[in-house]
């Protein structure tokens, strides 16, 4: 019994490590510790003029040491020519003078105007910061300093990508599923909600305004994970693994699934949750619809869960249908539940695409809610 606690306890502890990003962070942390250790060392050992200025060795393979193999190679490149363009700014700006407030002044406002260009990325900070090390640091023994500082940043740089490349590169597929997961739940939240406001409950915009702004950053925080995790498959040793092109394809579908689903609650919300000027009851469905469609949108919430088919779903959208046929209503006074019933219908349709297409769900992957995960490899 007090082994099965303690088991109960180590599960817990390790499935909040997971959920929480700790796991990742320390393996990264580790990572760059020991790439910076080793390009310190072999700093050390490097000959001539480079073996005054080793401390920029462990800085390249900070900046090497990205959440992606390919992350580090774009970055260490983009750092190595702006670290170039800068030396080139500062030797332009000592030709013209000695170094002075005039050159200072020169030498920023020509690398900010240098490192303007996007294609620089994150080098773009680096022309005017090495500008500025090489006329005030290097001072009259620039050319040794830029040497120097060079060589030893490209040092670093490579050894941080050997050690990201060959140790326990990095796979972002189970933080994207995760955090679907999560959208997942707050789109079945919003629906429930407007179950709630269906069945005769207050509304209140301004809430409905601030969970729809949790909404769209859930939403962008989502798209953001998938592209990463898109990235960390390129040059990666592990994603030529088998089924990991699957599994990014599989991510990509719910992703997609999941903007659909978010687009129509969104036009739910439009409908239900607000006041109109089409006719007296947009905003709040006419009573004869609003028990079966709080049923439906309760329903579909269950969907989106993963917690329910979306056959059951299509029964409840289906119950709704059958009142609308059914009413002899004036069409000005029906209008807020039809379009509310061809949200819903979208919101299910865009469930079993996902699920015909790629067998899977924008509900709950199986990395979910059973509190372990089926994909300790990424």
């Known amino acids: 019994m007090q082994f099965e606690h303690v088991a109960g306890v180590g599960r817990r502890v390790w499935w909040w490590s997971r959920t929480s990003g700790t796991q990742p962070r320390l393996l990264h942390a580790a990572k760059a510790a020991g790439a910076a250790a080793l390009a310190w060392f072999v700093a050390l050992q490097v000959p001539g003029v480079a073996s005054e200025y080793p401390y920029y060795a462990p800085l390249g393979a900070v900046v090497a040491m990205q959440t992606t193999v ?21 030797g332009f700006t000592m030709w013209i003078g000695d ?3 005039i050159a200072v002044a020169l030498a920023v406002g020509i690398g900010v105007l240098v490192g303007g260009f996007r294609v620089l990325g994150e080098g773009s900070t680096w022309v005017s910061t090495a500008a500025l090390f090489v006329l005030l640091v290097g001072g009259a023994h620039a050319e040794g300093y830029s040497l ?27 933080d994207a599923e995760h955090r679907i997961d999560e959208v997942n739940d707050v789109l079945a ?13 207050d509304r209140d915009e ?15 925080d989502v798209r953001a994970r998938v592209s ?7 040059i990666n040793p592990r994603g030529a693994l088998r089924g990991s092109r699957a599994r990014l394809q599989r991510d990509g579908a ?5 903007e659909r689903v978010a687009w129509y609650t969104t036009d739910l919300t439009e409908l239900v949750a607000r006041s109109g000027p089409v006719s007296a009851n947009l905003g709040r469905p006419d009573p004869a619809f609003t028990e079966p469609l709080a049923h439906a949108l309760r329903q579909v919430a269950c969907t989106i869960r993963g917690e329910c088919p979306p056959e059951e779903g299509d029964r409840a959208i289906e119950g709704l249908e059958q009142a609308l046929d059914a009413s002899r209503e004036d069409p000005s006074q029906v209008a807020v539940t039809s379009s509310a019933l ?36 990424d």
């Open 148 to 174: 120097g500082y060079l060589v030893q940043m490209a040092i670093g740089v490579v050894i941080g990508l050997v050690v990201n490349f060959t140790v326990f590169p990095p796979l972002h597929f189970w």
């Open 342 to 377: 061809v949200a819903l219908r979208g919101i299910v349709e865009s469930e079993r695409r996902a699920t015909h297409d790629l067998e899977l769900r924008t509900g709950p992957s199986g990395s979910g809610r059973s509190g372990h995960s089926g994909h300790s490899g």
């Open 99 to 101: 170094p002075g407030i």
């Open 70 to 90: 390919f992350a580090g190679l774009r970055s260490g490149v983009q750092t190595l020519i702006g670290i170039a363009l800068g030396i080139v700014v500062a």
């Open 189 to 201: 939240e919003h629906l429930d909600g407007l179950a709630h406001v269906v069945d005769g409950g």
């Open 254 to 258: 719910r992703f997609r699934a999941l």
């Open 228 to 234: 990463i995790a898109h990235e960390s498959r390129r």
């Open 206 to 220: 301004a809430a409905w305004d601030r969970q729809q702004d949790r909404l769209d950053r859930a939403i962008a």
